[in-house]
């Protein structure tokens, strides 16, 4: 089976014993309440999701990753994985400390030894990390509302989160024995934040033709106001799994991490993420983790030419659409015609599609989901 990123599938979750020892011995820590976002970063680094990590990135991890898209020692990642804090809290910190990292409530989740704080230069990581500092950019805008100052170090995690549809996150380990245990040797991870459209059916099956098994892996951690919300995307996966894919071929689990709509940095994020889970290959499509056209629909095809280290397979597959000569979805790959026998098929068009409250043609989406999201058409979206 495929290595997790960096050899390691870390695990920093403490036994309840040893996260009341910690507590008992460390009565008079500063506790950093953090949003849920944060809370699932903490949980992801504990579980393994975002091995090789040991805890939210210090000063020189940061600059490494935001410039050179590498940790310090030279091992691919795109992403900053941080913990923020006031000044006024930033001003109560020494280094060495221990944190103790609680939810907006005071419930303690897990703790930090604070090795680094520090701050950046906010404009010049925005560039780095979205091409943009446009505040339209809604992973620039998230960004620009944390608080000012960073700090770095070790975690250790005491408590799962109990967030929506927490049961259907199942950790890298588990679905590594799944997969142990089905004798699959390859395996297609599928990246999403929409419902099952047919150009996604259509990826996830060229994928899944040329593998072993696929993990279809949708975002359920935060999105921008208008996507889809996790119970109507678990709904809709759950109907067309059962009717439309061979059951023992098919892992489905979300993910819980929030989306950067960071384009082609984040594609190779969610790759490695998927590496970690134990696949050896990673669907990558049209404008992947893009948003409002800032970025071009095929950069995150071009960006893995950078990572020829990654040690996960790049299924790089052009953007399906409905070809009406063909009378199938198709790609500009397979299908000859003109752009006026074409019709797009995206999550931008189904969304607006159910918002004008028009019915959403087969092409688009199997009959049975499209009956269930009409049928809570006002329940849809975030």
């Given at each position: 089976?495929?290595k997790?990123?960096?050899?390691?599938?870390?695990?920093?979750?403490?036994?309840?014993?040893?996260?009341?020892?910690?507590?008992?011995?460390?009565?008079?820590?500063l506790?950093?309440?953090?949003?849920?976002?944060?809370?699932l970063?903490?949980?992801?680094?504990?579980?393994?999701?975002?091995?090789?990590?040991?805890?939210?990135?210090?000063?020189?991890?940061?600059?490494?990753v935001?410039?050179?898209k590498?940790?310090?020692?030279?091992?691919?990642?795109?992403?900053?994985?941080?913990?923020?804090?006031?000044?006024?809290?930033a001003?109560?910190?020494?280094?060495?400390d221990?944190?103790?990292?609680c939810?907006?409530?005071?419930?303690?989740?897990g703790?930090?030894?604070?090795?680094?704080?520090?701050?950046?230069?906010?404009?010049?990581?925005?560039?780095?990390?979205?091409?943009?500092?446009?505040?339209?950019?809604?992973?620039?805008?998230?960004?620009c509302?944390?608080?000012?100052?960073?700090i770095?170090?070790e975690?250790?995690?005491?408590?799962?989160n109990?967030?929506?549809?927490?049961?259907?996150?199942?950790?890298p380990?588990?679905v590594?024995?799944i997969i142990?245990?089905?004798?699959?040797?390859?395996?297609?991870?599928?990246?999403?934040?929409n419902?099952?459209?047919?150009?996604?059916?259509?990826?996830?099956?060229?994928?899944?033709?040329?593998?072993?098994?696929?993990?279809?892996?949708?975002?359920?951690?935060w999105?921008k106001k208008?996507?889809?919300?996790?119970?109507?995307?678990?709904?809709?996966?759950?109907?067309?799994?059962?009717?439309?894919?061979?059951?023992?071929r098919?892992?489905?689990?979300?993910?819980?991490t929030?989306?950067?709509?960071?384009?082609?940095?984040?594609?190779?994020?969610?790759a490695?993420?998927?590496?970690?889970f134990?696949?050896?290959?990673?669907?990558?499509?049209?404008?992947?983790?893009?948003?409002?056209?800032?970025?071009?629909?095929?950069?995150?095809?071009?960006?893995?030419?950078?990572?020829?280290d990654?040690?996960?397979?790049?299924?790089?597959?052009n953007?399906?659409?409905?070809?009406?000569?063909?009378s199938?979805?198709?790609?500009?790959?397979?299908c000859?015609h003109?752009?006026?026998?074409?019709?797009e098929?995206?999550?931008?068009?189904?969304?607006?599609?159910?918002?004008?409250?028009?019915?959403?043609?087969?092409?688009?989406?199997?009959?049975?989901?499209?009956?269930?999201?009409?049928?809570?058409?006002?329940?849809?979206?975030?």
């Amino acid at each position: 089976m495929i290595k997790p990123h960096g050899g390691i599938l870390v695990s920093r979750v403490l036994t309840n014993k040893e996260a009341a020892s910690l507590l008992a011995s460390n009565t008079n820590a500063l506790r950093v309440a953090v949003g849920k976002d944060t809370l699932l970063d903490l949980e992801n680094i504990a579980i393994g999701v975002y091995s090789p990590l040991k805890g939210f990135m210090n000063n020189d991890e940061f600059n490494n990753v935001v410039v050179h898209k590498r940790l310090p020692n030279g091992l691919a990642w795109t992403i900053p994985i941080t913990l923020n804090v006031n000044k006024c809290l930033a001003g109560k910190l020494i280094r060495k400390d221990t944190v103790i990292i609680c939810d907006e409530k005071n419930v303690p989740f897990g703790a930090m030894k604070v090795e680094d704080i520090y701050s950046i230069e906010k404009e010049k990581a925005l560039k780095h990390i979205f091409g943009t500092n446009s505040k339209k950019h809604p992973g620039v805008r998230k960004f620009c509302q944390n608080p000012e100052i960073f700090i770095g170090g070790e975690i250790w995690l005491f408590r799962r989160n109990k967030y929506p549809f927490y049961r259907f996150n199942l950790e890298p380990l588990k679905v590594r024995k799944i997969i142990e245990a089905r004798g699959w040797k390859t395996i297609a991870g599928f990246q999403t934040r929409n419902i099952p459209h047919r150009a996604h059916e259509f990826l996830q099956k060229i994928g899944l033709s040329l593998v072993d098994g696929i993990l279809i892996h949708p975002i359920i951690g935060w999105k921008k106001k208008g996507d889809f919300n996790p119970e109507t995307i678990i709904k809709s996966y759950q109907i067309l799994i059962k009717k439309y894919y061979p059951q023992k071929r098919v892992i489905f689990s979300g993910l819980a991490t929030a989306m950067r709509y960071a384009g082609p940095l984040e594609a190779v994020f969610h790759a490695i993420i998927r590496k970690n889970f134990g696949c050896t290959h990673f669907i990558v499509g049209r404008d992947h983790a893009g948003v409002g056209g800032f970025y071009d629909k095929y950069a995150a095809h071009r960006i893995f030419d950078k990572f020829p280290d990654l040690e996960i397979i790049p299924m790089l597959l052009n953007g399906p659409y409905y070809c009406k000569k063909c009378s199938s979805v198709v790609s500009d790959k397979i299908c000859p015609h003109q752009d006026s026998d074409k019709i797009e098929i995206s999550g931008t068009t189904l969304r607006k599609m159910i918002l004008s409250k028009k019915k959403i043609p087969e092409e688009f989406l199997r009959k049975e989901i499209a009956d269930f999201i009409l049928m809570n058409r006002k329940k849809c979206f975030i």
